[in-house]
């Protein structure tokens, strides 16, 4: 304790406090960033999904239940709106083809361009484009035209990068101001808190404003929050020193192939080879692909019968999920005191594939609650394959690491919007919830690409951690087996 103290100084130099005072300050910017904006695009696209519903509704000359104030299970809920779920689902689809597939080069570019120029103008730059994207929603809805106008807002959203660019530059601030240990791991595990607050405001207000208040207001809403949030990303001050900048002079083809120096040599990796690398990536994408399209489809799935909830009945349900991730972020904290970030991951697999599996059987609001508390700790494999990444790559290289996990979840969002949304308006016929057992499927992958090698700790053999994971696996596999043979019975 005494040589501990030896080598602090006594009194903080001005430096010092000051560089306290700047990184405060960028937590604090952080946080109020990550919560206006998930509360801003969690609110607008509740209410394009919602809208759309209600829209092809009454195209198809029926009313849906979402502005009923009386709505029974099985009132204004009957099997004719099979087919408004069938285009709704389609065209969910569509918006995400033409928000995020101009968002691919942006999201490169701004994940490599950020370790050049910093991480303030991405921060500013999906702000921006978030609120014109609603506003145009906001016109949409005020003069109440067809939905296909949506898309103008998708294509505004698209070029300045989406929320996929925002968290590029909020991961790499992270990474300038952090530590290469579990710190790291941690402090990019509050974005998810901080993105489970908003959630959690959102999506409960959202339920009540466009029941008593139609979709109007709470565009405007999101409108007010996104203009606010770009205030607030005017004032962060920038976190990458001009000390650890990459040299301007650098041509387009040297900065873009930084992005993809990972796969190339584990020379270009701080720590790890690349072979490690790659798999943390394929674990991502496969974890990731489900949870692109689940609050979506948690709409349309919860439209239909046996549920038939109102717009108020399903933000309760999405505020309940938010408050799994604030939960979730405080349980990763006390396992980090147990547990290497490897079996966290395998853990929050397991976690995920019991909650996809038990609501793609429920019938029931205890049926959902049950799988609310299986999946606990489900989203934790996020952050916590994103902290091993970041610590296999040089503080330099931070931003082209994020672009690549952020490129590789924007294709994941377009990949689960062809393949899940598809896979919804095919399946609901027989059997409604059988798209979360292609979503458990997924999870399963991820956790069985996160076992070899330093996934499994020291003193344990490689052989035996894996066979009780994959148990553990086979078994989850069964239990759903026999969960849809009873339910087709």
Same mark, same amino acid.
């Given at each position: 304790?005494?040589?501990?103290?030896?080598?602090?100084?006594?009194?903080?130099?001005?430096e010092?406090?000051?560089?306290?005072?700047?990184?405060r300050?960028?937590?604090?910017?952080?946080?109020?960033?990550?919560?206006?904006?998930?509360?801003?695009?969690?609110?607008?696209s509740?209410?394009?999904?919602?809208?759309?519903?209600?829209?092809?509704?009454?195209?198809?000359?029926?009313?849906?239940?979402?502005?009923s104030?009386h709505?029974?299970?099985?009132?204004?809920?009957?099997?004719?709106?099979?087919?408004?779920?069938?285009?709704?689902?389609?065209?969910?689809?569509?918006?995400?083809?033409?928000e995020y597939?101009?968002?691919?080069l942006?999201?490169?570019?701004?994940?490599?361009?950020?370790?050049?120029?910093?991480?303030?103008?991405?921060?500013?730059?999906?702000v921006?484009?978030?609120?014109?994207q609603?506003?145009?929603?906001?016109?949409?809805?005020?003069?109440?035209?067809?939905?296909?106008?949506?898309?103008?807002?998708?294509?505004?959203?698209?070029?300045?990068?989406?929320?996929?660019?925002?968290?590029?530059?909020?991961c790499?601030?992270?990474?300038?101001?952090?530590?290469y240990?579990?710190?790291?791991?941690?402090k990019?595990?509050?974005?998810?808190?901080?993105?489970?607050?908003?959630?959690?405001?959102?999506?409960?207000?959202?339920g009540?404003?466009?029941?008593y !208040?139609?979709?109007?207001?709470? &565009? +405007?809403v999101?409108?007010?929050? #996104?203009? =606010?949030?770009? @205030?607030? *990303?005017?004032y962060?001050?920038?976190?990458?020193?001009?000390?650890?900048?990459?040299?301007?002079?650098?041509?387009f083809?040297?900065?873009?192939?930084?992005?993809?120096?990972?796969?190339?040599?584990?020379?270009?990796l701080?720590?790890?080879k690349?072979?490690?690398?790659?798999?943390?990536?394929?674990?991502?994408?496969?974890?990731?692909?489900?949870?692109?399209?689940?609050?979506?489809?948690?709409?349309?799935?919860?439209?239909?019968?046996?549920?038939?909830?109102?717009?108020?009945?399903?933000?309760?349900?999405?505020?309940?999920?938010?408050?799994?991730?604030?939960?979730?972020?405080?349980? !990763?904290k006390?396992?980090?005191? &147990? +547990?290497?970030?490897?079996?966290? #991951?395998? =853990?929050?697999? @397991?976690? *995920?594939?019991a909650?996809?599996?038990?609501?793609?059987?429920?019938s029931?609001?205890?049926?959902?609650?049950?799988a609310?508390?299986?999946?606990?700790?489900?989203?934790?494999?996020?952050p916590?394959?994103?902290g091993?990444?970041?610590?296999?790559v040089?503080?330099t290289?931070?931003?082209?690491?994020?672009?690549?996990?952020?490129?590789?979840?924007?294709?994941?969002r377009?990949?689960?919007?062809?393949?899940?949304?598809?896979?919804?308006?095919?399946?609901?016929?027989?059997?409604?919830?059988?798209?979360?057992?292609?979503?458990?499927?997924?999870?399963?992958?991820?956790?069985?690409?996160?076992?070899?090698?330093?996934?499994?700790?020291?003193?344990?053999?490689?052989?035996?951690?894996?066979?009780?994971v994959?148990?553990?696996?086979?078994?989850a596999?069964?239990?759903?087996?026999?969960?849809?043979?009873?339910?087709?019975?």
């Open positions: 304790m005494d040589s501990i103290n030896e080598k602090t100084p006594l009194i903080p130099t001005t010092d406090v000051s560089r306290k005072s700047r990184t300050r960028v937590h604090y910017c952080l946080c109020f960033i990550t919560i206006l904006h998930y509360v801003t695009t969690i609110i607008g509740l209410v394009m999904s919602e809208y759309t519903f209600q829209y092809i509704s009454d195209q198809e000359g029926e009313s849906s239940q979402l502005n104030r709505a029974s299970s099985g009132e204004n809920c009957s099997s004719h709106q099979n087919e408004a779920q069938h285009k709704s689902a389609q065209w969910n689809a569509y918006y995400e083809y033409v597939v101009p968002a691919l942006v999201v490169i570019f701004g994940g490599v361009m950020s370790d050049y120029y910093g991480r303030k103008l991405f921060i500013v730059l999906p921006f484009g978030t609120f014109l609603y506003f145009a929603t906001l016109v949409v809805l005020q003069y109440n035209l067809h939905i296909k106008y949506f898309f103008v807002g998708c294509v505004i959203a698209g070029i300045t990068g989406t929320h996929y660019t925002l968290n590029v530059a909020l790499g601030t992270i990474a300038d101001v952090s530590n240990d579990n710190s790291r791991t941690f990019i595990a509050l974005l998810h808190l901080y993105a489970g607050l908003g959630s959690v405001v959102s999506q409960l207000s959202t009540y404003m466009i029941k !208040l139609g979709f109007t207001m709470p &565009c +405007l999101a409108v007010a929050f #996104a203009f =606010l949030n770009l @205030l607030v *990303g005017l962060i001050p920038e976190t990458l020193e001009k000390s650890k900048q990459k040299p301007s002079k650098d041509s083809y040297q900065k873009l192939g930084r992005f993809f120096a990972f796969y190339t040599s584990s020379s270009n701080r720590d790890g690349v072979w490690q690398f790659v798999l943390c990536l394929l674990a991502l994408f496969v974890i990731i692909s489900p949870y692109t399209t689940k609050s979506s489809m948690d709409i349309l799935y919860f439209l239909g019968q046996p549920f038939c909830f109102t717009s108020e009945e399903i933000g309760w349900y999405n505020s309940l999920n938010g408050l799994t991730i604030i939960v979730s972020v405080f349980l !990763l006390l396992l980090h005191f &147990c +547990l290497n970030d490897e079996i966290i #991951a395998i =853990l929050s697999c @397991l976690s *995920g594939i909650c996809f599996c038990v609501e793609g059987l429920a029931g609001w205890w049926m959902l609650g049950v609310i508390g299986c999946g606990m700790i489900a989203l934790n494999s996020l916590v394959i994103k091993i990444m970041s610590r296999l040089n503080e290289e931070q931003g082209a690491l994020f672009a690549n996990v952020y490129v590789l979840e924007t294709l994941c377009l990949f689960g919007s062809t393949i899940f949304f598809n896979i919804y308006a095919e399946t609901q016929y027989f059997m409604r919830g059988f798209v979360y057992f292609v979503y458990a499927g997924f999870i399963a992958m991820g956790g069985i690409s996160m076992m070899p090698n330093r996934v499994v700790p020291s003193n344990i053999r490689t052989e035996t951690g894996m066979s009780i994959s148990s553990a696996l086979l078994v596999i069964d239990w759903v087996i026999e969960g849809i043979h009873q339910r087709s019975e």
